[in-house]
T-cell receptor, first 114, second 113 residues
Framework: EAGVAQSPRYKIIEKRQSVAFWCNPI?????LYWYQQILGQGPKLLIQ????????DSQLPKDRFSAERLKGVDSTLKIQPAKLEDSAVYLC????????????FGPGTRLTVL | KQEVTQIPAALSVPEGENLVLNCSFT??????LQWFRQDPGKGLTSLLL?????REQTSGRLNASLDKSSGRSTLYIAASQPGDSATYLC????????????FGTGTRLKVLA
């Protein structure tokens, strides 16, 4: 069974530029999560999808971050414009169904904003 | 607001030593607590899940305990090996709010050969 795929693995941009991350969850998984992990901290949930609907985006900085999950499969997380404090690893995870405790994590995208 | 703290932030031990990692949380109203392992450049892997009604869970050389009333959990690693070197994260599922995990800051473990 293929795991959660993310791309790119690394990205370096200047502040005020835009960037997009892509996630392909495990086939058949209904729930998809995006986390932000700043160096030295634990992951923080940015947004949670159930199929293509948003369950929780309370910690997503909506003035600059956006995410979508078209057709309930792949997902894209966008930052526009980026700030220095957005430098972090962005992790995508998926689970088979909502309210399931087992989440499968992708390798993450390391973003550096200069 | 639920907060999760892990002490120590980093730990270095010789191979073969038994060790304990600590996790504390401020609100005892949780569904469960989970311990994860994170290797550099990789995502998280779940190690052990303890439901709020349980006291401990074991998997191989790993044993996790939960004292919900005092807001504490420990991860015990027996006979540590260099392959155990990684960052260990604990996370809790609060009973309030949406169904999500709150993560601690992690303990970075290095086992010396």
């Amino acid at each position: 069974e293929a795991g959660v795929a993310q791309s790119p693995r690394y990205k370096i941009i200047e502040k005020r530029q835009s960037v997009a991350f892509w996630c392909n969850p495990i086939s058949g998984h209904a729930t998809l999560y995006w986390y932000q992990q700043i160096l030295g901290q634990g992951p923080k949930l940015l947004i949670q999808f159930q199929n293509n609907g948003v369950v929780d985006d309370s910690q997503l900085p909506k003035d600059r971050f956006s995410a979508e999950r078209l057709k309930g499969v792949d997902s894209t997380l966008k930052i526009q414009p980026a700030k220095l404090e957005d430098s972090a690893v962005y992790l995508c995870a998926s689970s088979l169904k909502f309210r399931q405790d087992t989440q499968y994590f992708g390798p993450g995208t390391r973003l550096t904003v200069l | 607001k639920q907060e999760v703290t892990q002490i120590p932030a980093a730990l270095s031990v010789p191979e073969g030593e038994n060790l304990v990692l600590n996790c504390s949380f401020t609100d005892s109203a949780i569904y469960n607590l989970q311990w994860f392992r994170q290797d550099p450049g990789k995502g998280l892997t779940s190690l052990l899940l303890i439901q709020s009604s349980q006291r401990e869970q074991t998997s191989g050389r790993l044993n996790a305990s939960l004292d919900k009333s005092s807001g504490r959990s420990t991860l015990y690693i027996a006979a540590s090996q260099p392959g155990d070197s990684a960052t260990y994260l604990c996370a809790v599922r609060p009973t309030s709010g949406t169904y999500k995990y709150i993560f601690g800051t992690g303990t970075r473990l290095k086992v010396l050969a």
